[in-house]
Every structure is written in structure tokens, then in C-alpha cells.
């Protein structure tokens, strides 16, 4: 089913460089260049869906600014809106993990086009008009003081204009303190209806936690997400708020899940035992599946399925995209996830 519902979304586009297979930084003498960033990432999955999502960003002109751009049009992204200058595209360098060794990235991304962006680049009013949804994260703010004030005019437009707007906190503790976290995210979160967290962003954002939890050892007390969720909505207000809720065996195995909580219920996905091939973007992959199911109409307990069973297939997928159908979501969400081939 396809649709021309616009759906806006604002932040970094990064250029990834990465060793080949599992190789660690160190033993790698090629790098892969890909393309990826949480709100791209999440317009690339909405393309996919059959949607028109128009990604905002800034990025240079040069042959490395339209690549960036390039990596998006070919999926079916609407690019029209990104603001061309600036001298750099930010960089990140990821090492996959395996077995009990973490996945590493480190940043390059300092005066990148978007982190030297001003708030007069972006004509709000504009780039929303007749958007059925507005997204963005908790990265974007954190670039700079104003980035900040770029995104929440974002946020204070879509809420004037009455569309919806929902923001993954992904708190990146290499980009701002707890402290200007709380400062910056609890002024922004004023305008947002849906917030989507997982079992580390709450703390380290708001100082609000589940009790009886260990995210290093892989033991969560899934009931303590319930009071994280309510005293998150009673906070800020927020029409729903998702909290994503990985069980860490190791950098390979992961038990993955979610809960939806609006207002009245909780509602908790069932559970993946994920091997993954790639989890980068997979916070991504689940915020444009709930963003598609909500758009949709579909209820809080639908939403959520839909948002995990996608974000459960993002992890088979190198790269930061997500690049699977709505069907295919539906086809896992229903209750075939057997893996078989399909001929």
C-alpha cells in the first residue's frame, strides 16, 4: 500500500567508515564508506514503508555533501529540503563488536555543515506545511547551543502548526553532559507527544530509572519500565511514551523488546531473540516502525508489534538503513519469523 503522507524529519547525516567484517580498527587497511544518522535512518525506513519522507539537514556542496544526499534519493527520500554549505560532513568510525567484545565508534564530526548551522537556515513554517509528522533526537541538540535552539523552534513550529511530534532521547554521553542534557532536552520535550527512550536514556537524561535492572549484566525488571514510562508522561505530558528494552547476552545475542505505555495501558511486544549482523540503527529502525504504525492508526498494541518486529529485521541488515518492506514487518509482527526461504 502506498502513501504520499509527508512525514518530516531533522538531523546529521554522517559518513560511516568501518573495517571489513568483524577486523578491529587496528588490523584494517580498507575502511567501507556507507552512509547513516539517526533521523536519516529513520526517513530511509518511512521511503520504504511507502511514504514521503523529507529529510532536513545541512551538508556541503562538494562531491562528498552529494554522495551523503545521493545515499538517501536512491531509497525514495525527499532531499529537497536539505540546506547545501559548509565545509564537512561528519564522520563516525564504528568496530563491530563480537561475542563478549563491545562495538566501539568514535567521532569525527566537529564543525561538521549541520553542527555550523543557523537557525535562519531552516524555514520551519515551510518545510512542515501539510506534514503528517515531525521526528528528531536527542543527537542534534546535543552538536551545539544552536542546534539546540534549531531544533526547538522544530519542535515549538510543529506544535503551533498541530502536527505530531515524537524524539528518540539517544543520549550520546560523547557529545554533552547529563547536566546540559536535562537543561536543553527538558525545554524541547515541551512540545513533543511521543518520546521514545530505552532503558538507559531516562537515567541518564532525567534521573529517571527502573528499579531491579542491570543493562551490563542483561537482567531487566521489565515492571519497573511501567513507573519509568508513567513518571516520563506525567513529566512532560507526552501522549505515548515507547521504551526499547534489549536483554545484552553478548555483542552477537540479544533479547529484544519493547513497551508501549498510553495513558491507560502498557503495552509490552513480545520478545526476539536477535543474532545480529548489524545493530546500528536499530533504535532508528524502531522509531520509524512505531512513527508508521501511529500514522496509520493502528492501536497502541499493534503500534508496538509493528515496531519491534521492524526493528528486530534491522538488525539482520548491514548498514545503518533499514531496508525491509511494510510487508515484511507484518509478516514477522503476525508471527512468522521462521527465517525460511521464500521462493
Request: glycine share 10%; hydrophobic share 35%; charged share 30%.
Amino acid at each position: 500500500m502506498s502513501t504520499n503522507k509527508k512525514i518530516v524529519t531533522f538531523g546529521e547525516l554522517m559518513l560511516r567508515l568501518a573495517p571489513e567484517g568483524y577486523y578491529r580498527f587496528v588490523q584494517a587497511d580498507k575502511l567501507g564508506a556507507t552512509y547513516g544518522g539517526g533521523e536519516a535512518n529513520v526517513a530511509v525506513s518511512l521511503a520504504n514503508y511507502g511514504y514521503n519522507p523529507v529529510f532536513v539537514t545541512k551538508l556541503p556542496k562538494h562531491e562528498i555533501g552529494q554522495a551523503a544526499v545521493n545515499s538517501l534519493r536512491k531509497y525514495g527520500v525527499d532531499t529537497t529540503e536539505i540546506v547545501r554549505g559548509g565545509d564537512r560532513v561528519g564522520i563516525y568510525f564504528l568496530e563491530k563488536g563480537a561475542s563478549q567484545r563491545p562495538s566501539k565508534v568514535i567521532y569525527d564530526r566537529a564543525g561538521s555543515a549541520i553542527a555550523m548551522a543557523k537557525p535562519e537556515d531552516f524555514n520551519w513554517k515551510e518545510i512542515l506545511k501539510d506534514a503528517k509528522w515531525f521526528h528528531t533526537t536527542g543527537i542534534t541538540p546535543a552538536l551545539n547551543d544552536n542546534c539546540a535552539e534549531i531544533t526547538l523552534d522544530a519542535v515549538k513550529t510543529a506544535k503551533e502548526m498541530g502536527v505530531p511530534v515524537s524524539i528518540d532521547l539517544n543520549y550520546r554521553n560523547k557529545l554533552w553532559s547529563k547536566e546540559k542534557a536535562k537543561e536543553v532536552m527538558t525545554e524541547i520535550c515541551k512540545y513533543v507527544d511521543v518520546c521514545i527512550a530505552n532503558e538507559e536514556d531516562a537515567k541518564d537524561v532525567f534521573g529517571i530509572e527502573a528499579e531491579n535492572t542491570d543493562i551490563h549484566g542483561g537482567k531487566l525488571d521489565f515492571e519497573g519500565y511501567k513507573e519509568v514510562a508513567k513518571k516520563l508522561k506525567d513529566q512532560f505530558g507526552f501522549d505515548k511514551v515507547a521504551i526499547t528494552l534489549r536483554e545484552s547476552i553478548s555483542a552477537n545475542d540479544n533479547n529484544w523488546s519493547a513497551m508501549l505505555y498510553d495513558g491507560e495501558d502498557y503495552h509490552f511486544s513480545k520478545k526476539y531473540a536477535l543474532r545480529i549482523v548489524d545493530r546500528v540503527g536499530g533504535g532508528d529502525s524502531f522509531g520509524a516502525g512505531l512513527i508508521s504504525a501511529l500514522v496509520d492508526g493502528k492501536s497502541s498494541r499493534d503500534a508496538i508489534e509493528f515496531a519491534v518486529a521492524a526493528s528486530a529485521l534491522k538488525h539482520s541488515i548491514e548498514g545503518d538503513y533499514n531496508l525491509v518492506s511494510k510487508e515484511e514487518v507484518e509478516k514477522l509482527a503476525g508471527g512468522d519469523g521462521s527465517g525460511r526461504v521464500q521462493r
